[in-house]
């Protein structure tokens, strides 16, 4: 079974903070996505990586950046944590061509920024 | 441009009876479409995905969806709810872009509630 595992399901942080969500998948695919989950927003995507040192911003990279210096890990960063970013963070990965087009997803980060 | 949107946002309904979670799509090319369910606490999973073959998809768990260009719909549907069915679904519509990475616009979400 495919896994995709993210460092940690809460965490609280203060504004200003520095915040790493860490991500890791283990059936060597190539994508990697991050998305936020908000109440009658769904999920919408941040980043996306296709490959390793690849980066590509999604709907809403504002106030994000990520990093992906090897295959299998995706990291997403909160240079400076607002209230704003308090959320639920979703990872995801998927392979490339047609068969990408359904993801893996992880078990979810809450944070809370104070 | 691709969107999706999920017409009801709660659905109660006793255990036993029928499940309907209606959605809509709007894309410019054919799309791949999914419904994801997401239970309290954990992460999502894949319940159904329609890729351009049968437009009767079957799923997990007894759910079904039908792609129908014409109205563009993709309407969940259970013909007995069950108790473990309380959870969020999410539809879900893909283009696939630049060659690799596909593009997944979710839904808002629609809870289902179950009652006895």
């Known amino acids: 079974d495919v896994k995709v595992t993210q460092s940690s399901r809460y965490l609280v942080k203060r504004t200003g903070e520095k915040v790493f969500l860490e991500c890791v998948q283990d059936?060597?695919?190539?994508?990697m996505f991050w998305y936020r989950q908000d109440p009658g927003l769904g999920l919408r995507l941040i980043y996306f990586?296709?490959?390793?040192?690849?980066?590509e911003k999604g709907d809403i990279p504002e106030g994000y950046s990520v990093s992906r210096e090897k295959k299998e890990r995706f990291s997403l960063i909160l240079e400076s944590a607002s209230t704003n970013q308090t959320s639920m963070y979703l990872c995801?990965?998927?392979?490339?061509?047609?068969?990408?087009?359904?993801?893996?997803f992880g078990p979810g980060t809450r944070l809370t920024v104070l | 441009a691709q969107s999706v949107t999920q017409l009801d946002s709660h659905v109660s309904v006793s255990e036993g009876t029928p499940v309907l979670l209606r959605c809509n799509y709007s894309s410019s090319y054919s799309p791949s479409l999914f419904w994801y369910v997401q239970h309290p606490n954990k992460g999502l999973q894949l319940l159904l995905k329609y890729t351009s073959a049968a437009t009767l998809v079957k799923g997990i768990n007894g759910f079904e969806a039908e792609f129908k260009k014409s109205e563009t719909s993709f309407h969940l549907t259970k013909p007995s709810a069950h108790m473990s069915d309380a959870a969020e679904y999410f539809c879900?519509?893909?283009?696939?872009?630049?060659?690799?990475?596909?593009?997944?616009?979710f839904g808002t979400g629609t809870r289902l509630q179950v009652t006895l």
């Open positions: 990586s296709y490959d390793v040192k690849m980066k």
């Open positions: 879900v519509v893909s283009l696939s872009f630049t060659g690799t990475a596909s593009k997944l616009t």
């Open positions: 995801a990965s998927s392979r490339t061509g047609l068969a990408g087009t359904y993801k893996y």
């Open positions: 059936m060597d695919h190539e994508n």
